[in-house]
């Protein structure tokens, strides 16, 4: 006798069908509503209701926990599936953790003093459950190597809980440990993803034979310094550790760029947004460096790491994850992905590099580099979000 299994047809609203499609349509409208919230509040002086927030801490943790962190939940969510070969998280338990998300962002808007508790809740509650539904197929399946990446985010939802204990007037220096927390463990997870796929990616996608090298030593080393770094700069006074650090760390990111690089990808906008992007997190290190001894400003080192690293690196991300698991062509990618990144690119550049010759008000550089970000993910948004909502183009579940 037969057993034949009916195969489910692919709905027509495809939205909730697997991690990526939800938290990168989120991350992506979210990145154009922030940032024109943070242009009207920077730069044009509109109040605000923040919750109470200092609005750069709210800026800093916005961008932190709520769009670095669609962007890492909707990653994982779908590349533990291809790790361990369980079904990744779909349907109703999907829409539930990105209503948390959701919730965790719009509570800070609410009136009056519920905000921050429903706020904190909420949030809290959605790291929680992004922790439990990437580590149930790891442990399921018992592969271990994983949970060093479950352990960075058990270590974001402790950071988080430190900027909201801050926020709430349970620890003094909560909204700091919590926003820098948050920013670099953010670092150590894209760092630890981008050598993952980055040389993978370039290795495939360029026209013409190359070998990317990966050498143990870099590894260990990157990372273990990395974390003496962190800790040092966040919970400790010792800042020429910290600079002395940062200047190992940019040898150790240069040799690793050297280490990837190969002419064709230049001709790639999906391979040159993420070297680039490796680029911005590896000036970042010269930057605080230069803080430190020669007095410039902290916050250049801050969004070289954030605007130029993560800025860059998620949305290139994002754009070649979406692409695969649709069906469609990564070696093929939309035309329109190079004014996006571009128009990304530029706002890095204006709001890192710009500053450093003093050729334009520091207000007007960051206004023009809100406007940039903003017009890129706007292009992101317009051209991936139908891709997001319709099913996959060859059928295929997902």
Wanted: with cysteine; aromatic share 14%; proline share 7%.
């Amino acid at each position: 006798m037969l057993s034949i299994t009916e195969r489910r047809p692919p709905p027509r609203f495809a939205l909730f069908e697997l991690g990526f499609r939800p938290f990168f349509a989120g991350a992506g409208l979210f990145a154009v509503i922030v940032t024109t919230l943070w242009l009207l509040i920077y730069g044009l002086g509109t109040p605000l209701r923040l919750a109470g927030l200092p609005p750069v801490l709210w800026h800093a943790h916005e961008m932190i926990y709520g769009y670095a962190m669609a962007v890492i939940a909707g990653f994982l969510l779908t590349a533990v599936g291809n790790w361990t070969g369980v079904p990744g998280l779909r349907g109703l338990p999907l829409v539930g953790l990105f209503l948390l998300w959701l919730t965790g962002r719009a509570a800070l808007y609410l009136p009056g003093s519920p905000a921050l508790p429903v706020a904190a809740a909420a949030d809290l509650l959605f790291m929680l459950g992004l922790i439990v539904a990437v580590s149930l197929p790891v442990i399921q399946v018992r592969q271990w190597t994983q949970l060093g990446i479950v352990s960075k985010l058990w270590l974001m939802l402790a950071g988080n809980a430190l900027f909201y204990a801050g926020a709430l007037g349970y620890l003094d220096a909560g909204l700091r440990w919590g926003a820098y927390t948050g920013l670099y463990l953010v670092l150590a997870l894209v760092f630890v993803m981008a050598r993952r796929v980055v040389p993978f990616f370039i290795a495939r996608g360029v026209d013409e034979p190359a070998t990317t090298r990966n050498p143990l030593w870099v590894d260990i080393a990157s990372l273990a310094l990395f974390a003496a770094w962190a800790l040092l700069d966040v919970f400790t006074r010792q800042t020429q550790w910290v600079a002395w650090l940062s200047v190992a760390l940019l040898a150790l990111h240069l040799w690793r760029l050297y280490d990837w690089h190969t002419p064709g990808i230049w001709r790639k906008p999906l391979l040159w947004s993420l070297y680039l992007a490796y680029g911005f997190l590896t000036l970042g290190f010269a930057l605080k460096a230069w803080a430190i001894w020669l007095g410039g400003s902290p916050y250049l080192a801050v969004h070289a790491f954030a605007a130029g690293g993560i800025g860059l690196m998620t949305v290139g991300m994002m754009s070649r994850v979406a692409l695969g698991h649709t069906g469609r062509d990564v070696f093929h990618p939309p035309t329109a992905l190079v004014p996006i990144f571009t128009l990304i690119l530029a706002g890095a550049a204006v709001r890192v590099l710009l500053p450093l010759f003093d050729v334009l008000d520091y207000r007007l550089c960051i206004a023009l580099a809100q406007a940039l970000w903003i017009l890129g993910f706007a292009g992101f948004s317009l051209v991936y979000i139908p891709q997001l909502l319709r099913p996959r183009v060859d059928g295929r579940p997902g």
